[in-house]
């Protein structure tokens, strides 16, 4: 088992930053790929941001490159996710995810999301 707490969550105006942390406990970090997920009201969840076990390979969605980078401390089974230059349309619950295998596959584990609110 492994639970995954998210913090950094919450209102920023367009512009601005914040940065989000995935705190994991229960079995090591490195032994998961992690991503960070967002979902809007009335949208379906998509993957924002993805991290291999060692951090050596790196993913995000085109709408946040340039903006957004992850990172990982596994010495501390910690996941970030920077935020930079926010936009209105980045407003939503954001949830970090574990996965044993890929996480553009099937996540293993979840957090219980952090709300970032982006106003304009």
């Known amino acids: 088992q492994v639970q995954l707490v998210e913090s950094g969550g919450g209102l920023v105006q367009a512009g601005g930053s914040l940065r989000l942390s995935c705190a994991a406990s229960?079995?090591?970090?490195?032994?998961?790929?992690m991503g960070w997920f967002r979902q809007a009201p009335g949208k379906e969840r998509e993957l924002v941001s993805a991290i291999s076990k060692s951090g050596s390979r790196t993913y995000s969605v085109d709408s946040v490159k340039g903006r957004f980078t992850i990172s990982r401390d596994n010495a501390k089974n910690t996941v970030y996710l920077q935020m930079n230059s926010l936009k209105p349309e980045d407003t939503a619950v954001y949830y970090c995810?574990?996965?044993?295998?890929?996480?553009?596959?099937?996540?293993?584990?979840w957090g219980q999301g952090t709300k970032v609110t982006v106003s304009s």
């Open positions: 995810a574990a996965s044993l295998t890929s996480i553009f596959v099937s996540a293993d584990y």
């Open positions: 229960g079995r090591t970090c490195s032994n998961y790929a």
